[in-house]
C-alpha cells in the first residue's frame, strides 16, 4: 500500500472516529466536567502505554520551557473540551461542531493580535464569508437562549483550542505523541477540583462511554492522526478534516434525530468554503520587529480535532 493512501485512510478513520465523539459524551451520561476529567484519565493511560511501547520516553526532547508549554497548551485544551461538551448539552452535536470549526479564523486573528501578522484582503474577504455562514448557522432568533448559549460556548471553545495550537506549535524537536499525553495529564489536577465523584456513581454503563472517550478518542484517534499527518499533503489533510463534522452531523441526526434547518444549512458551505481557503493560504508575513517570534504555521489538522 503507498505511503499517501496508507495516510488517508488513517486520517479518515480518525476522522470518522472524532465525529463520533459527541455520542460518547451524551451517552455516558456525566457532566462535562466529570467527562473531560476521565476522558484525560483514560486517555492519559493509553497514550502513555503507546509512548512506552514505542521508546518514545528515550530521548524525548523535552526542556523546561517545552514541557513548560506543552502545559499550557493542556491547559487550553482541556477548557476547550469542557465548553465543546457543555455546548453540546445547550444545543445539539450538530450546531456545536458546525460552529466550533471556525477555529482556523481565530488562528487568524491571533496572529494578527499577537504576532502582528499582515492579514491579506482575500483573507479578510474570507472572514466575512465564514462571518455570513456563521450567521446562518446559528439560525438563532429573538429569546432563543439556548441556541445564544451553545453558541457563545461552541466559538469560546474554537478561540481555546486555536490558542493551544499556537502555544503547541512552538515545541519543536519533540513527539505530538508527548506533547498530547503532557496535555492530559495537566488535566487531571486542573479538573479534579470540579468533579462531582459522588454523582459519577450513579451512572452505571456509562463508564464504558467515558472508557471509550480515552482509549478510543484520545488514544488510538491521535495516533492514527498523528501517523497521517507524516505521510499526507497539507492540502489533503485539510479537505479529509471535514469528514469529522459530517460524520458528526450524521450521527445527531441518526442517533438523536437532531438536524439543522434549511437556513442553516446553507451557511455550512460557507464556513467549510472559508475555512479551507483561509488554511490552505500561504501564511501571512509578520511585521519586522516580531518576525522572530512568530510559531510555525498550524496544519490544517491542529484546528481541527476535538
Same mark, same amino acid.
Given at each position: ?13 480518525? !476522522? ?15 457532566? /462535562? ?40 497548551? @493542556? ?28 477555529? /482556523? ?58 490558542? #493551544? ?32 465523584? @459522588?454523582? !459519577? ?12 472517550? @480515552? ?9 492514527? !492522526? ?22 458528526? !452531523? ?48 498550524? #496544519? /490544517?489538522?491542529?484546528?481541527? #480535532?476535538?
Amino acid at each position: 500500500m503507498r505511503n499517501e493512501t496508507r495516510g488517508t485512510l488513517e486520517l479518515t478513520l480518525a !476522522m470518522v472516529l472524532s465525529g463520533t465523539l459527541g455520542i460518547f459524551v451524551v451517552e455516558s451520561g456525566a457532566e /462535562p466536567f466529570d467527562v473531560v476529567f476521565f476522558r484525560c484519565l483514560f486517555g492519559a493511560v493509553a497514550l502513555g502505554a503507546y509512548s512506552l511501547a514505542r521508546g518514545y520516553f528515550t530521548g524525548h526532547g523535552f526542556t523546561p520551557r517545552k514541557l513548560g508549554l506543552a502545559a499550557l497548551g @493542556g491547559v487550553f485544551i482541556v477548557f476547550n473540551w469542557v465548553l465543546l461538551f457543555e455546548a453540546y448539552e445547550a444545543t445539539s452535536i450538530s450546531f456545536a461542531t458546525v460552529v466550533y470549526h471556525t477555529q /482556523p479564523f481565530f488562528l487568524v486573528v491571533l496572529g494578527v493580535v499577537l504576532f502582528r501578522e499582515r492579514i491579506t484582503a482575500a483573507k479578510f474577504g474570507w472572514l466575512g464569508v465564514a462571518f455570513v455562514g456563521l450567521v446562518l448557522v446559528s439560525g438563532i432568533r429573538p429569546g432563543d437562549t439556548a441556541s445564544l448559549k451553545g453558541l457563545g460556548l461552541a466559538l469560546a471553545a474554537a478561540v481555546l483550542y486555536a490558542l #493551544s495550537t499556537v502555544v503547541t506549535k512552538r515545541i519543536t524537536g519533540v513527539r505530538p505523541h508527548l506533547i498530547a499525553l503532557v496535555q492530559v495529564l495537566v488535566g487531571l489536577p486542573l479538573l479534579l477540583p470540579f468533579v462531582d465523584m @459522588g454523582g !459519577m456513581k450513579g451512572i452505571g454503563a456509562g463508564w464504558a462511554w467515558l472508557v471509550g472517550l @480515552g482509549l478510543i478518542h484520545t488514544g488510538l484517534m491521535y495516533v492514527l !492522526m498523528y501517523a497521517a499527518y507524516q505521510k499526507l499533503p497539507t492540502a489533503k489533510i485539510a479537505v479529509l478534516a471535514f469528514t469529522y463534522p459530517a460524520v458528526a !452531523m450524521f450521527a445527531d441526526w441518526a442517533v438523536y434525530g437532531h438536524h439543522i434547518g434549511l437556513v442553516q444549512a446553507l451557511g455550512v458551505p460557507l464556513i467549510v468554503l472559508a475555512s479551507l481557503r483561509v488554511t490552505l493560504a500561504p501564511a501571512a508575513a509578520p511585521a519586522p520587529r516580531t518576525a522572530a517570534h512568530v510559531p510555525a504555521a498550524a #496544519s /490544517p489538522s491542529a484546528t481541527r #480535532s476535538a
